[in-house]
């Protein structure tokens, strides 16, 4: 049996390794730069890199990377060995805190946006020491932020430490106007919750469609989908067993606290989620968890499947932010207290979570965007593309009185009156849980529903760690001069509650009658990607980003043309897949199905004329028009696409791929998904639903 607690964080250069290892000065000048963010000295840092090395060639670590996430989605890293020549023809073991602390990367092939040109090559990488150091595959890695030549962030982690600074900023200035001297730093803290598929390595090979784009291009629904429900927690089938045995244990070597594993509700889907961390250690670590789950799953004899819609038909996989705010000192700032100040101290995070969603929906749905998750957002299985807020009848009652200027009886008909001084104790998880909501209260956090499971989670904390600063720093613009503080607290979350209720929604966001009653409220309903990217450049938009510093309006705009590239060449690749292999292989079965009908036709007729050939000519009829019809949809296709040549402009591209080449594959596939309930699984060339789903036994 494995010592979970001995195994955990072995391959991590943590604060209890430091502590042993460091001398106390240099120990202690690290923890002022991680906790004050003051500059570490390079004589201090060659000391760290000695330690860190010696710790990691120990560990069975040859080299070293810096380790950082560019825009590509995904991690990148270049392999440095330790070994420095010596005299002789031999070699020692060197790393220098330079090489610790800085790195320079080729960023010529990262996307830029068009913030470099493609000869300009360098590219900077910079330790993040708020992030431990870990080793993977006999490499040491060290969480990086990356940035241009000319300073510009090139990546994912350096605006999210910029968002998680602005945010402590500005909470900060809230909590000292509740006489709150004790924290003296507020943190993001996030738990994300990952979905993903399991389907056996030999029958994912047989589909290209999954290999190129990562989601099945045709495929009809099976006999059996997820109709019983009995998936959905059901017992996990050992060879899942052993593979997430195998998972927990190397992500609990890396210092991840993978807490829950179950079955999810489509088949072969399945769902890890771990405790809370800090929100840039919870980015980095849910980058390591798609990784690993991709990796270990390979040993297993499985391919691990991370995109948002693999199956048309069949729930996709999204990834569940689950997200709060605390002190430094332990306190959860989005928890109701025991007492009346905690209690008011509590509504006024909470009224400032509501008013960021509310001002900044359109960036809160342009953070989830993307071709994979427009599979999902709007569809029974996932939240709706309008962004709204659950809070459960407790609290909207509560915030009801507020707006009412009423006193407030709780379930139990206790008087409870509403003012600054004297608010109501206000109990935890007196609510149940909304599914279909996009961003639901759950007691002591919000849990963004809409993210897909590919992302990082990244994009989404740093718009709510920016939208969620903007709010508290308009409160404490106000509080900061008001006459009398519970005056005008009492004031302002009344007016905030007012001007914001219309974003608070605890019905069915699934429902028809929702769209229209948002359309009523004024809601944004952006049901597409192009439609979502659009938001990053609204004038008010890009505003919330430079005012609070997280991103510069260059970096805006050459991020939101990277997202609208990345969206239609995904869309092109799919395109491109789906016309392979419909041409290549489905075409030759149809043809295949279609000469053996018509061989028996012809062999009946010769054995007697008394035979009846009526059920095999209408067949091959059936098949003779689905032929043509196929041929027809994929020249249309391949014409659609001809006309991508024409086009220069990222927006029209991305709407263009959105608009028409998506509904040219979907023609196509309408064509071989009938095709495919018609000719014998001996001829059909691909896996079905069924095969792949039910794959691993």
């Not at 049996?1 to 430091?18: L, R, Y």
């Not at 219309?502 to 929702?514: A, D, T």
């Not at 040219?664 to 059909?684: A, F, K, Y």
Request: hydrophobic content about 40%.
């Amino acid at each position: 049996m494995k010592n979970v607690p001995e195994i955990f964080g072995s391959k991590v250069f943590n604060d209890a390794v430091m502590k042993e290892r460091l001398p106390k000065d240099v120990y202690k000048a690290l923890h002022k730069t991680i906790d004050d963010g003051e500059h570490l000295q390079m004589d201090l840092a060659n000391v760290l890199a000695e330690a860190m090395k010696n710790w990691a060639t120990e560990n069975g670590a040859t080299h070293f990377t810096h380790w950082f996430q560019p825009m590509t989605g995904v991690t990148a890293e270049k392999h440095d060995s330790f070994i420095s020549p010596e005299t002789g023809g031999r070699v020692m073991m060197e790393f220098s805190g330079k090489e610790l602390v800085k790195g320079e990367p080729d960023a010529s092939s990262f996307p830029s946006g068009g913030l470099r040109a493609t000869f300009e090559a360098r590219g900077y990488t910079a330790w993040d020491p708020t992030s431990y150091a870990f080793i993977k595959d006999d490499c040491l890695c060290i969480p990086t932020a990356f940035c241009s030549y000319s300073g510009e962030a090139l990546d994912k982690k350096t605006p999210l430490l910029r968002s998680m600074q602005a945010l402590d900023k500005q909470a900060i200035r809230v909590l000292r106007l509740f006489g709150n001297e004790d924290a003296k730093r507020v943190i993001t803290t996030v738990g994300p919750e990952q979905e993903y598929f399991l389907i056996d390595t030999e029958v994912y090979k047989k589909r290209p469609d999954l290999i190129y784009t990562g989601r099945t291009l045709f495929g009809s629904r099976p006999p059996k989908g997820q109709e019983l429900d009995d998936h959905y927690f059901g017992k996990i089938k050992p060879r899942v067993k052993e593979f997430m045995a195998d998972l927990d244990e190397e992500l609990w070597k890396l210092g991840i606290y993978a807490k829950t594993e179950h079955n999810e509700v489509a088949p072969a889907q399945h769902e890890l989620a771990p405790v809370f961390s800090t929100t840039n250690i919870a980015t980095d670590h849910n980058q390591l968890t798609m990784e690993l789950l991709k990796t270990v799953a390979k040993r297993h004899g499985m391919t691990c499947l991370l995109h948002e819609k693999p199956f048309a038909g069949v729930n996709g996989s999204g990834k569940h932010n689950n997200w709060s705010i605390s002190t430094d000192t332990g306190v959860n700032l989005l928890e109701p207290g025991a007492t009346p100040s905690q209690n008011a101290q509590f509504l006024l995070f909470l009224v400032a979570v509501i008013k960021a969603v509310d001002e900044y929906q359109g960036l809160l749905r342009m953070s989830v965007a993307s071709a994979g998750n427009d599979h999902r957002l709007g569809a029974n299985e996932a939240p709706p593309a309008i962004m709204s807020v659950f809070i459960g009848e407790e609290l909207e009652a509560v915030l009801s009185s507020i707006e009412e200027g009423t006193d407030y009886h709780d379930k139990k008909k206790k008087l409870m009156s509403i003012g600054a001084t004297v608010l109501p104790h206000i109990p935890k998880d007196k609510t149940d849980r909304n599914r279909t909501s996009p961003f639901a209260f759950t007691g002591n956090k919000f849990e963004f529903r809409s993210v897909g499971s590919e992302d990082s989670i990244a994009g989404c904390n740093i718009v709510l760690n920016t939208i969620v600063a903007e709010a508290l720093a308009e409160y404490a613009d106000r509080l900061e001069g008001a006459a009398d503080f519970d005056s005008a607290l009492s004031e302002l979350i009344h007016d905030e509650v007012v001007a914001h209720k219309r974003i608070l929604f605890n019905g069915n966001g699934y429902g028809e009658e929702w769209v229209e009653e948002a359309q009523k409220r004024g809601l944004l309903n952006l049901k597409s990607t192009p439609e979502a990217l659009a938001q990053f450049s609204v004038p008010k938009n890009m505003e919330v980003f430079i005012k609070n510093g997280v991103y510069t309006e260059t970096e805006i705009l050459a991020r939101q043309e990277i997202l609208l590239e990345n969206y239609y060449k995904t869309i092109n690749i799919e395109a491109q897949t789906l016309s392979m292999m419909a041409k290549r292989n489905i075409m030759g079965a149809a043809l295949k199905y279609e000469k053996a009908l018509a061989d028996t036709i012809v062999a009946k007729k010769g054995a007697s004329a008394a035979i009846s050939t009526e059920t095999e000519e209408r067949q091959l009829s059936k098949m003779s028009d689905l032929v043509s019809d196929l041929a027809k949809r994929l020249d249309k296709l391949s014409a659609d696409m001809a006309k991508e040549d024409e086009m220069t402009d990222v927006a029209e591209l991305a709407t263009y791929h959105r608009e028409t080449i998506n509904e040219s594959m979907h023609g196509v596939r309408e064509v071989v998904d009938e095709m495919e309930t018609l000719i014998p699984l001996d001829i059909w060339p691909y896996p079905t639903y069924g095969q792949i789903l039910y794959s691993v036994r």
